[in-house]
């Protein structure tokens, strides 16, 4: 079956840097888009950042400049490095398998556990 482990979180001052790992297993990874959203509480999941099966890459605005995904496909895993870290990029951070044929908005069925990110003083 399907499986991502999301690891890298923790709590970080603002200004701060984080470095999320997601280990996928149970398909072929290099065949598929990869997304990171996140999970504010009473708030739906935010899509911010997706890869492409070439390598490209794609950003929401909030986090765009501040925020580096990539993948690494000898190793099954997505990669989020976040820099300069703000109070408001707190949240539970998933990643996830985009469906073959879907966009980055469309629904995703697969879902690691998440890691929590907490920026604070």
């Known amino acids: 079956q399907v499986q991502l482990v999301e690891s890298g979180g923790g709590m970080v001052q603002p200004g701060g840097s984080l470095r999320l790992s997601c280990v996928a297993s149970?398909?072929?990874?290099?065949?598929?888009?990869m997304s990171w959203v996140r999970q504010i509480p009473g708030r739906a999941p935010e899509w911010i950042s997706g890869?492409?099966?070439?390598?490209?890459?794609y950003y929401s605005d909030g986090v765009k400049g501040r925020f580096t995904a990539s993948r690494d496909n000898a190793k099954n895993t997505l990669y989020l490095q976040m820099n300069s870290l703000k109070p408001e990029d707190t949240a539970l951070y998933h990643c996830?398998?985009?469906?073959?044929?879907?966009?980055?908005?469309?629904?995703?069925?697969?879902w690691g556990q998440g890691t929590q990110v907490t920026v604070s003083s």
């Open positions: 149970g398909f072929t990874f290099s065949n598929y888009d």
């Open positions: 996830a398998r985009v469906e073959r044929g879907n966009g980055w908005y469309d629904p995703l069925r697969s």
């Open positions: 890869v492409n099966t070439a390598g490209k890459i």
